[in-house]
């Protein structure tokens, strides 16, 4: 009696492994803590980079500062959150968070400031890709808060 067996072999496309791998990580390779978003073709960006110590003692390290925003930057795009980023007020310390929509509320902690740490100051230099640019595309006037396009850069990036 003779048994024939088959073993059946999938093997995922190279693109639908680069989509599968699109999204907010934490980025430790270059030594330095980064949130770093990558597109649907492979290509990564950093946002975020990790250097304040200012919460280490209370086990906020860069790392693990990084690894906890990434998770959060990234379930806040999947769920259509993350359009803007602002600030906001949580638990009486001023926050950077996401919007989905211009001058929306805020939906969803991206991190918090230090105590004392000018908020509008933050905001306008928080991300890596905006370093030395001076007209982030943002929608403010001076007396208000700004709302920074963060989705445009997601679809422009997808594309």
Not at 81 to 88: D, F, N, P, R, S
Not at 92 to 107: F, L, Y
Not at 116 to 142: P, R, T, V
Request: aromatic share 8%.
């Amino acid at each position: 009696m003779a048994i024939a067996s088959s073993i059946t072999v999938v093997t995922i496309p190279r693109a639908a492994q680069a989509q599968a791998e699109k999204g907010f990580i934490c980025d430790l390779n270059s030594g330095v803590p980064t949130t770093t978003y990558r597109d649907g073709k492979g290509t990564s960006e950093p946002w975020i980079k990790w250097v304040s110590e200012h919460f280490s003692e209370a086990k906020w390290t860069p790392q693990a500062r990084c690894e906890t925003v990434s998770k959060r930057l990234e379930q806040y795009r999947q769920e259509g959150k993350l359009k803007y980023v602002t600030l906001g007020i949580e638990n009486d310390q001023q926050i950077i968070c996401v919007a989905s929509r211009d001058n929306g509320p805020c939906e969803g902690i991206v991190y918090t400031l230090k105590p004392g740490q000018d908020g509008i100051s933050a905001l306008n230099n928080l991300f890596a890709w905006g370093s030395g640019q001076q007209n982030l595309e943002s929608s403010y006037e001076s007396s208000t808060i700004p709302y920074i396009n963060v989705g445009d850069r997601l679809n422009n990036q997808s594309n």
